[in-house]
């Protein structure tokens, strides 16, 4: 499913860890963020060194790979998946090239839309490195969406349009992921940037409530991209030992306060903006 | 090396987007004031090379060992260094060049400690703040270094994840960079991550075989038939390799750590070594495409050695190119050859190296017949800060050289490993 599809209201993009802490309950969980109103879903294939990753999800990517997740079962995990929302692949460089017998992306981007992953954000492969996949992903109908940093200007900016597609991923903070309580003043400037651009821009990195969703929309962000907030739910069921069914319905519950204040955020904005 | 930092296949720039504009912003530092000398950048970095560093460091012809293998061996003292290893060059002409750029705040990984003290040195000696990221398991290995750099004002901040070594403390200072890039330089221990860094660190290392193959032809009137260094990322090997790589007679080993086994524990996710350029094959790892210890899905392996300073799962993407082109051996030897390289080098010839550069001795040990007339060593570091860990391990072990532990039972009852 084309990931711009999930943007025709402001998006909701909640990311977890797949495989943490277990592929079943893994399975329920992100079934919960699609009950709770998610528009599109960032499933992250764990990899050992993720340099873009703040402790939150560090510990989720550590406990999904002591439980055996790996790129083979990760694949058969989105091919059971039951929900009907676009699904996007992060991860990072080494796993994408290395898959399959031969090297480079197009392996794992075939078996990728073989299963329905929807595109891809490679938070380790700038557009300088990215023109392999790119074809590889225009060969199959897969989007790459690029992260546009605080600090992507100029040149930057112009390279990364020509390569991007299915959304563009607002970093709203310089640093690693992890979630925060104030709304960055990057996020603004950082959208009047690339507020040209045709594709939908989506902000992540540090949101934690709808509030701060609500904000961010009305800062004129078309949806939100939250991660750790959500795997904070995952890692504290998992330590107190909570039976599966209560925290997917925490993580819906949380899903459904983020996804209103994406809602509301856009009530806010002034007309025709 | 072509102007986008690729050798052959290996190299690139694969970091996140956030750290892109200071990458690009090194690069042309890189070029203006280390290729160009822009202000006068290169004369006041050999300036404080000789003044505050030593240079230039000795090179002497070893004599019992040369009667010991019935060859010429010379040893290039990269030891004498300030600090006590090579990694001077490199920490003092990048902290150098982050004054340059005008940036106020310096961090660094460290595996052994010698990269993080050199550069605590170099950053108290330009009056820069610094902060060393190092794993928990390298902090418990390396104490003297940990107070060394503490005592020159460096922050030091453990890290805990994997296995708490070198990969990790790299993984960890990348981050920080993620936050801080706007006002803080990262300075890699090693020639490798992103360009311009394998480059750049080499260049800054090359002093090494300027004077080595100057050295040679005054000393011995004659170029080496072989010229030996350890390798974990590679930056003395690179260092020691450079101004010799266009002498066709001249053969380059790069020695690396064979751990306890060559072989690997893919369930387990490790390879008790860190024989990266033998045994790993081609990955993207901290920002660089080039030989790494992987399993095959591309997760990296946790990489073993005796040796903190080698016990990394990467290697600089140029040294990787020329071990595929043939103009470099890599070769290695495990943890028990490195240690009675130790003991042997520290006997004969009065020099205590580190156990990194026991490697380089390892494998002359064993391989000597095969190396020409001529032979040059590159003695990376010196071994004080091994002290506590040859101990251990020379205990732990039955080695027919060293001295033995019977005085410390004697002494106290106890030995220095017991009481942890
Ligand atoms: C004395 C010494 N030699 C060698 C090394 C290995 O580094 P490289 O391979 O970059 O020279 C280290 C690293 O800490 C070291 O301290």
Same mark, same amino acid.
């Given at each position: 499913m084309s990931l711009d599809a999930a943007f025709d209201d402001p998006a909701f993009v909640p990311y977890l860890a797949v495989g943490d802490p277990s592929y079943e309950q893994s399975l329920r969980y992100v079934e919960a963020l699609a009950d709770g109103g998610a528009d599109a879903i960032e499933l992250g294939l764990p990899f050992s060194e993720p340099i873009a990753e703040g402790s939150t999800i560090q510990s989720a990517i550590v406990r999904a790979l002591e439980a055996g997740m790996t790129p083979g079962r990760y694949f058969e995990f989105v091919a059971e998946l039951d929900v009907d929302v676009p699904l996007v692949c992060m991860t990072y460089y080494n796993l994408v090239y290395q898959y399959g017998s031969e090297a480079g992306p197009r392996p794992f981007v075939e078996r990728a839309a073989e299963v329905g992953i929807g595109g891809f954000v490679i938070p380790d492969l700038p557009a300088e490195e990215a023109a392999p996949l790119r074809e590889a992903c225009d060969e199959f109908g897969l989007d790459l969406v690029f992260i546009v940093a605080p600090t992507t200007e100029g040149e930057r900016l112009d390279r990364m349009h020509e390569f991007v597609s299915g959304y563009v991923y607002v970093q709203a903070r310089l640093g690693t992921t992890g979630a925060r309580e104030e709304v960055s003043e990057y996020t603004e400037r950082s959208l009047a940037r690339i507020a040209d651009w045709d594709v939908p821009k989506a902000v992540g990195f540090g949101i934690k409530t709808g509030d701060h969703a609500e904000r961010i929309v009305s800062a004129g962000a078309d949806g939100v991209i939250v991660g750790s907030a959500l795997v904070d739910i995952v890692a504290e069921g998992h330590e107190n030992d909570d039976p599966t069914g209560v925290v997917a319905e925490r993580l819906e519950r949380k899903a459904r306060e983020l996804k209103r204040g994406a809602v509301r955020g856009l009530g806010e904005t002034a007309p025709g903006q | 090396m072509s102007t986008d930092g690729s050798f052959g296949e290996y190299g690139g720039q694969y970091v996140p987007e956030a750290l892109m504009p200071a990458i690009e912003e090194l690069s042309d530092a890189y070029e203006r004031y280390v290729l160009e000398n822009e202000d006068g950048f290169r004369d006041e970095l050999s300036e404080r090379l000789t003044d505050f560093g030593g240079r230039p460091t000795p090179l002497g012809r070893a004599d019992q060992l040369s009667e010991r293998y019935d060859r010429e061996v010379y040893l290039k003292r990269e030891d004498l260094l300030h600090g006590g290893a090579h990694k001077l060059n490199n920490a003092l002409g990048q902290v150098l060049l982050a004054k340059y750029m005008g940036k106020e705040r310096i961090i660094a990984e460290t595996g052994a400690g010698q990269h993080g003290t050199a550069t605590a040195m170099a950053a108290a000696h330009l009056n820069m703040p610094c902060e060393i990221y190092m794993g928990e398991t390298d902090i418990a290995r390396q104490r003297p270094n940990v107070f060394r750099m503490r005592t020159n004002g460096a922050t030091v901040t453990p890290v805990t994840t994997g296995r708490g070594t070198l990969k990790?403390?790299?993984?960890?200072?990348?981050?920080?960079?993620?936050?801080?890039?706007?006002?803080?330089?990262?300075?890699?221990?090693?020639?490798?991550?992103?360009?311009?860094?394998? #480059?750049?660190?080499?260049? %800054? $290392?090359?002093?090494?075989? &300027? *004077?080595?193959?100057?050295?040679? /032809? +005054? =000393? @011995?009137?004659?170029?080496?038939?072989?010229?030996?260094?350890?390798?974990?990322?590679?930056?003395?090997?690179?260092?020691?390799?450079?101004?010799?790589?266009?002498?066709?007679?001249?053969?380059?080993?790069?020695?690396?750590?064979?751990?306890?086994?060559?072989?690997?524990?893919?369930?387990?996710?490790?390879?008790?070594?860190?024989?990266?350029?033998?045994?790993?094959?081609?990955?993207?790892?901290?920002?660089?495409?080039?030989?790494?210890?992987?399993?095959?899905?591309?997760?990296?392996?946790?990489?073993?050695?005796?040796?903190?300073?080698?016990?990394?799962?990467?290697?600089?993407?140029?040294?990787?190119?020329?071990?595929?082109?043939?103009?470099?051996?890599?070769?290695?030897?495990?943890?028990? #050859?490195?240690?009675?390289? %130790? $003991?042997?080098?520290?006997? &004969? *010839?009065?020099?205590?190296?580190? /156990? +990194? =550069? @026991?490697?380089?001795?390892?494998?002359?040990?064993?391989?000597?017949?095969?190396?020409?007339?001529?032979?040059?060593?590159?003695?990376?570091?010196?071994?004080?800060?091994?002290?506590?860990?040859?101990?251990?391990?020379?205990?732990?072990?039955?080695?027919?050289?060293?001295?033995?532990?019977?005085?410390?039972?004697?002494?106290?009852?106890?030995?220095?490993?017991?009481?942890?």
């Amino acid at each position: 499913m084309s990931l711009d599809a999930a943007f025709d209201d402001p998006a909701f993009v909640p990311y977890l860890a797949v495989g943490d802490p277990s592929y079943e309950q893994s399975l329920r969980y992100v079934e919960a963020l699609a009950d709770g109103g998610a528009d599109a879903i960032e499933l992250g294939l764990p990899f050992s060194e993720p340099i873009a990753e703040g402790s939150t999800i560090q510990s989720a990517i550590v406990r999904a790979l002591e439980a055996g997740m790996t790129p083979g079962r990760y694949f058969e995990f989105v091919a059971e998946l039951d929900v009907d929302v676009p699904l996007v692949c992060m991860t990072y460089y080494n796993l994408v090239y290395q898959y399959g017998s031969e090297a480079g992306p197009r392996p794992f981007v075939e078996r990728a839309a073989e299963v329905g992953i929807g595109g891809f954000v490679i938070p380790d492969l700038p557009a300088e490195e990215a023109a392999p996949l790119r074809e590889a992903c225009d060969e199959f109908g897969l989007d790459l969406v690029f992260i546009v940093a605080p600090t992507t200007e100029g040149e930057r900016l112009d390279r990364m349009h020509e390569f991007v597609s299915g959304y563009v991923y607002v970093q709203a903070r310089l640093g690693t992921t992890g979630a925060r309580e104030e709304v960055s003043e990057y996020t603004e400037r950082s959208l009047a940037r690339i507020a040209d651009w045709d594709v939908p821009k989506a902000v992540g990195f540090g949101i934690k409530t709808g509030d701060h969703a609500e904000r961010i929309v009305s800062a004129g962000a078309d949806g939100v991209i939250v991660g750790s907030a959500l795997v904070d739910i995952v890692a504290e069921g998992h330590e107190n030992d909570d039976p599966t069914g209560v925290v997917a319905e925490r993580l819906e519950r949380k899903a459904r306060e983020l996804k209103r204040g994406a809602v509301r955020g856009l009530g806010e904005t002034a007309p025709g903006q | 090396m072509s102007t986008d930092g690729s050798f052959g296949e290996y190299g690139g720039q694969y970091v996140p987007e956030a750290l892109m504009p200071a990458i690009e912003e090194l690069s042309d530092a890189y070029e203006r004031y280390v290729l160009e000398n822009e202000d006068g950048f290169r004369d006041e970095l050999s300036e404080r090379l000789t003044d505050f560093g030593g240079r230039p460091t000795p090179l002497g012809r070893a004599d019992q060992l040369s009667e010991r293998y019935d060859r010429e061996v010379y040893l290039k003292r990269e030891d004498l260094l300030h600090g006590g290893a090579h990694k001077l060059n490199n920490a003092l002409g990048q902290v150098l060049l982050a004054k340059y750029m005008g940036k106020e705040r310096i961090i660094a990984e460290t595996g052994a400690g010698q990269h993080g003290t050199a550069t605590a040195m170099a950053a108290a000696h330009l009056n820069m703040p610094c902060e060393i990221y190092m794993g928990e398991t390298d902090i418990a290995r390396q104490r003297p270094n940990v107070f060394r750099m503490r005592t020159n004002g460096a922050t030091v901040t453990p890290v805990t994840t994997g296995r708490g070594t070198l990969k990790e403390a790299i993984s960890e200072t990348m981050r920080d960079w993620a936050a801080t890039v706007e006002d803080t330089h990262y300075i890699i221990g090693s020639i490798v991550g992103p360009h311009p860094f394998p #480059a750049m660190v080499r260049d %800054f $290392h090359a002093v090494i075989s &300027e *004077e080595a193959r100057e050295q040679m /032809l +005054e =000393t @011995a009137g004659q170029l080496p038939d072989a010229v030996l260094a350890c390798a974990g990322g590679g930056s003395n090997t690179m260092g020691m390799f450079q101004q010799f790589r266009d002498d066709d007679g001249v053969e380059l080993y790069a020695v690396e750590a064979g751990g306890s086994s060559l072989s690997v524990d893919e369930d387990a996710g490790v390879a008790p070594n860190s024989a990266t350029l033998s045994t790993g094959d081609e990955g993207v790892l901290h920002g660089a495409r080039t030989k790494v210890l992987q399993d095959g899905d591309g997760q990296i392996m946790e990489s073993h050695s005796v040796s903190a300073g080698l016990d990394y799962a990467g290697v600089g993407p140029e040294l990787a190119e020329m071990v595929d082109r043939g103009r470099v051996q890599a070769v290695n030897v495990d943890d028990d #050859a490195a240690l009675a390289a %130790f $003991h042997r080098l520290a006997r &004969e *010839e009065g020099v205590i190296p580190a /156990l +990194e =550069t @026991a490697h380089a001795f390892g494998y002359l040990e064993q391989h000597h017949d095969e190396l020409g007339e001529v032979v040059v060593l590159n003695v990376s570091g010196r071994g004080d800060k091994d002290l506590e860990t040859v101990i251990e391990e020379t205990q732990s072990r039955d080695l027919d050289v060293g001295p033995t532990m019977d005085l410390f039972r004697d002494l106290g009852g106890h030995t220095a490993g017991e009481d942890r």
